[in-house]
């Protein structure tokens, strides 16, 4: 039998530094394209949409959701699901994030009429709940960043050199020596080429770097500026040959892309990501074209292509110790970064703890309004705005770069909303006096507070001194 292969583009519209304006050209220059190599080929992937991409496809562009839609219903493409915000779970309560994570699946089950069964886990970060909340909101099965696990073995930690730093944006280059520590010991390879399983009965798939960024770099034609000449085809011919003996060794299948789908056609985060360049969001249909390539390569190397699904189903999972998974490390995430990066930047400083203000303003009224009313559906919307207000991207990235001005507008507007949906509720349930649970006015203050602050910072890309080169090395 020939190993699985599952190619698994994560898409998200709220993007650090894609304006609001140019989301549907990213649904037209990538998400579409991915769709019609989909329909065209033999291929069979799993796509991830936080719930709010896939409402501004329904909004902006319905012909390109109906294109999804038609390719799951035709078994070739699976949804995959997260929260229904781009959120880093990790940072955040478990509460938020069973809410937001089935807000998600609501949202896959009203475009697409499917209920995904594999969760996405932004960004990878890491928390011991995140197994537990993702089982609550309806998975049976979760992504895992194989980075993330791997560094948690002492001695493969040892042998990358790698130390977690919430300065910092990643250690990808470090990553590679995962690979090269792990290509003879199958011991710790077969939770690649394997399903994992935990003893509450929660699924794994493992994905990693050194699969996942030879590829992005071959679809952009670069080198990450430490070597010469571009990925090339036949490199990547090499690691997916080598990879498909491991596989039938000691598995049945691989993940090799699980990465952003904004970079099949779009440039996305790419020249500030590797060489801190202002440069966001470039038209790059080669990379369509790149795309299309290693799924023929793919096939050509003896892989059969797979839905998640198709692959869950299909093996026989090894099991794998609650012991072990809490041994990744709290506040880490992909890319052998820190979760704890988002909340270390100068916005999350100024922005979260007004986030968490208005947020326990919505668990105080939680405790005093009945849920089945109006008021109560009111209280609930002013919980989805304000976890809105907590999107990643607007938190992202590090300085020297930041996010974009209008990232941090977005959830500055969203605090705004919340905090007036608390007033509505406690209106409609008769308590707009009650201001000891909470106060609508002067929470409205603090908000204009921090919108005077974060308004007045400088933002990356913005001046022409800054669009000249940041050094990648500060990155």
Request: net charge negative; charged share 25%.
């Amino acid at each position: 039998m020939k190993p699985r292969i599952l190619f698994l583009p994560h898409g998200n519209l709220q993007y650090s530094q894609l304006e609001p304006s140019r989301r549907p050209w990213v649904i037209d220059q990538s998400y579409e394209p991915l769709f019609d190599l989909v329909e065209q080929t033999d291929a069979k992937i799993g796509f991830e949409a936080s719930g709010e991409t896939l409402k501004i496809m329904a909004d902006t562009r319905p012909k390109v959701l109906a294109k999804l839609k038609a390719l799951m219903d035709a078994g070739k493409v699976e949804g995959v699901g997260s929260p229904f915000t781009h959120i880093m779970l990790a940072n955040l309560s478990p509460e938020m994030g069973v809410a937001s994570l089935k807000d998600g699946l609501d949202a896959w089950e009203r475009y697409t009429g499917h209920r995904p069964r594999l969760g996405w886990n932004p960004e990878c970060s890491w928390a011991d709940f995140l197994p537990e909340i993702f089982q609550e909101a309806g998975f049976d099965s979760l992504v895992m960043d194989g980075d993330s696990f791997f560094l948690s073995f002492p001695e493969i930690r040892e042998a990358t050199g790698l130390d977690y730093d919430v300065r910092g944006h990643s250690n990808k280059t470090k990553l590679f020596r995962i690979a090269e520590y792990i290509k003879d010991k199958p011991e710790y390879y077969r939770y690649l080429t394997n399903v994992s399983k935990t003893s509450s009965g929660l699924k794994m798939l493992f994905r990693v770097d050194f699969f996942a960024n030879p590829m992005l770099w071959y679809l952009m034609g670069a080198t990450e500026g430490n070597r010469k000449d571009p990925v090339s085809l036949s490199e990547i011919s090499d690691l997916l040959g080598d990879w498909k003996t491991r596989a039938e060794d000691s598995g049945n299948f691989l993940i090799p892309y699980a990465e952003d789908a904004e970079y099949i056609g779009t440039s996305a985060y790419f020249y500030v990501k590797q060489f801190g360049y202002a440069r966001f969001f470039e038209h790059e249909p080669e990379s369509v074209t790149r795309f299309a390539h290693l799924l023929n390569l793919a096939s050509e190397c003896g892989y059969e292509f797979a839905t998640p699904s198709e692959i869950i189903d299909q093996s026989e999972a090894i099991e794998i110790s609650n012991g072990q998974i809490n041994t990744i490390e709290r506040g880490c995430a992909w890319h052998g970064g820190t979760a704890r990066a988002w909340l270390n930047t100068s916005h999350a400083r100024v922005l979260d703890p007004t986030c968490q203000a208005v947020y326990q303003g919505v668990l105080r009224l939680q405790e005093v309004i009945e849920p089945v009313s109006k008021a109560g559906a009111i209280l609930d919307q002013a919980r989805k705005e304000v976890t809105s207000a907590y999107v990643s991207d607007s938190r992202w990235p590090p300085a020297p770069t930041s996010p974009g001005r209008f990232n941090v507008a977005e959830s500055i507007a969203d605090l705004k909303k919340a905090n007036s949906s608390l007033e509505k509720a406690m209106m409609a349930a008769g308590i707009s006096d009650q201001r000891s649970l909470y106060s609508p006015g002067i929470m409205k203050t603090q908000i204009l507070s921090i919108e005077e602050e974060l308004m007045a910072m400088p933002y990356f890309g913005e001046s022409k001194a800054v669009e000249s080169n940041v050094s990648a090395a500060a990155l």
